[in-house]
């Protein structure tokens, strides 16, 4: 089982109110987007990865995703990743990506291999089923279990995958009047989130038909395939899969790093 990922590193970090980029912030000395690479390619199932930057700071994202590929690959990890310019939404960028990678993803099967016996038998390969991962460099330190998990339910079937934990805090609806909500029904959604290739492209070029207000409703590319009529598949996430937003998750990783290094 293999899969392609799309990795956003486009936003700007506003909330974090950094000087660079979210993704290039470090942690523990290492920009957030190579901690993201290093637990993709840790999994063992990530073939490409196409990592979407900020234009304007293209050149650096370039240095730091290539000295990752040389660091991992010098270990002997099997290690493939390069940068193309993001969108102005989360949305835009992972089309971007989407664009990016190979017409149908890497050919596996007969038609990979030349199969000359499939050839003279005169069988069609069965159209390879392409798994994409769409991450965010936010969520750097995603445990690889996860990603794992995510592409072996797209494999076994699924659609749409996407890894959710437990809300822990209790929470209210505040929409006309304030009103509790059973927590114990609800989960928080996290990336990676795992498709069928050619699912996500129509969703996305779908999403790009619709008015702007309708489209900026889904937050995640789950939402725009579920607009589709496809059904989600939700596996374990992990709590060491935060997303990086503010200051103070930057003190979490760092914690999380120290813990993992101890
Ligand atoms: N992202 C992206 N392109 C954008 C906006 C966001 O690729 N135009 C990516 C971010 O780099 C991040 C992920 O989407 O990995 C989740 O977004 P978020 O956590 O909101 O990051 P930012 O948009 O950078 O942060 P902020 O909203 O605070 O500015
Ligand atoms: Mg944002």
Known sequence: MRAVVVLTAAGSGSRLGHTVPKALVPVAGTPLVVHALRGLWASGVVDDVVVSVPAEHRDAFERAVRRAVD???????RAAARCVVGGPTRQASVAAGLDALAPRGPVTGAAATGD?????????????????LVHDAARAL???EVVVRVAEAVADGADVVVPVVPVTDSVVEVHDGVRAVDRARLRAVQTP???????????????AHRADDEATAATDDAQLCAVLGAET????GHLDAVKVTTP???L?????????VA
Do not use: C, K, N, Y
């Not at 660091?71 to 990890?77: F, K, L, N, P």
């Not at 989130?193 to 999403?207: D, I, T």
């Open 248 to 250: 103070r998750d930057l």
């Open 252 to 260: 979490l990783a760092e914690a999380l790093v120290a813990a993992r």
């Open 142 to 144: 995603t445990p690889p």
């Open 233 to 236: 598949t939700l596996v374990p």
């Open 116 to 132: 000359a016996a499939a050839a003279v038998a005169g069988d069609q390969p069965a159209p390879a089923r392409v798994i994409v």
């Open 193 to 207: 989130q795992g498709f069928e290739l050619g699912l996500l492209r129509r969703a996305h070029a779908a999403a």
């Open 71 to 77: 660091d991992a690959t010098a270990v002997g990890v």
